[in-house]
């Protein structure tokens, strides 16, 4: 009887074996993707600590003149900005969410893995925007929580406050993606006989 000839083992690429930056860069791995969300959040926070020292610089004293009241107000934006938007909110959602839900949950991977590679470039995009006042049209002084008569044209001229609007937009739209990708993943890919409140 002859010998049946074994078939050539055909190699499977997997989108988790991309090494050095372009495999970072183009990853859909959802470990890899928390990563990069510490990462970013790490870097914001070096940041936005970089902003809290200048506030604090200028009130370490009474009558103290380090910083203008504008200049003042736009640190203070800035600061409560950054550490909201682009500390806390990666921290919980981009780290802990991607890294932890789709283990706990017995998920190889989160429902949609673009989708949330993609939350991550427009949230890494948001934070880019927000700060590109430092560089065009100068830093908006509305208070992180934007009140209305502070963020018109009157009171916050020039381009500052819409940068930072559209930085907000942006970091609003991934986290939605985010959010929605977590639900289906919950939803849709729990391990079997994993209950809701299991």
């Not at 590679?117 to 100068?138: D, K, P, Q, T, V």
């Not at 929605?180 to 729990?190: D, G, H, W």
């Given at each position: 009887?002859?010998?049946?000839?074994?078939?050539?083992?055909?190699?499977?690429?997997?989108?988790?074996?991309?090494?050095?930056?372009?495999?970072?860069?183009?990853?859909?791995?959802?470990?890899?993707?928390?990563?990069?969300?510490?990462?970013?959040?790490?870097?914001?926070?070096?940041?936005?600590?970089?902003?809290?020292?200048?506030?604090?610089?200028?009130?370490?004293?009474?009558?103290?003149?380090?910083l203008s009241a504008a200049t003042y107000?736009?640190?203070?934006?800035?600061?409560?900005?950054?550490?909201?938007?682009?500390?806390?909110?990666?921290?919980?959602?981009?780290?802990?969410?991607?890294?932890?839900?789709?283990?706990?949950?017995g998920a190889r991977d989160v429902a949609?893995?673009?989708?949330?590679?993609?939350?991550?470039?427009?949230?890494?995009?948001?934070?880019?925007?927000?700060?590109?006042?430092?560089?065009?049209?100068?830093l908006p002084d509305a208070g992180w929580?934007?009140?209305?008569?502070?963020?018109?044209?009157?009171?916050?001229?020039?381009?500052?406050?819409?940068?930072?609007?559209?930085?907000?937009?942006?970091?609003?739209?991934?986290?939605?993606?985010?959010?929605?990708?977590?639900?289906?993943?919950?939803?849709?890919?729990?391990?079997?006989?994993?209950?809701?409140?299991?």
């Open positions: 009887m002859a010998a049946q000839p074994k078939p050539l083992p055909v190699h499977q690429p997997s989108y988790l074996e991309g090494g050095g930056i372009v495999g970072w860069l183009t990853t859909i791995d959802h470990k890899r993707v928390a990563v990069m969300y510490l990462a970013s959040a790490l870097f914001f926070m070096a940041f936005g600590g970089l902003e809290a020292m200048a506030i604090r610089v200028q009130l370490w004293t009474p009558d103290n003149h380090a107000n736009a640190f203070f934006t800035m600061h409560g900005t950054t550490m909201i938007f682009l500390v806390v909110m990666p921290l919980l959602l981009g780290f802990l969410g991607n890294f932890l839900i789709p283990l706990q949950i949609f893995p673009r989708l949330n590679a993609l939350s991550f470039w427009l949230a890494l995009i948001a934070g880019i925007l927000l700060h590109l006042g430092w560089i065009r049209g100068g929580f934007g009140y209305a008569n502070l963020t018109e044209r009157y009171f916050t001229p020039g381009l500052a406050i819409d940068w930072w609007v559209v930085g907000l937009l942006v970091s609003g739209i991934s986290t939605v993606l985010t959010g929605l990708n977590f639900l289906t993943t919950i939803i849709a890919m729990r391990a079997p006989g994993m209950t809701y409140m299991r």
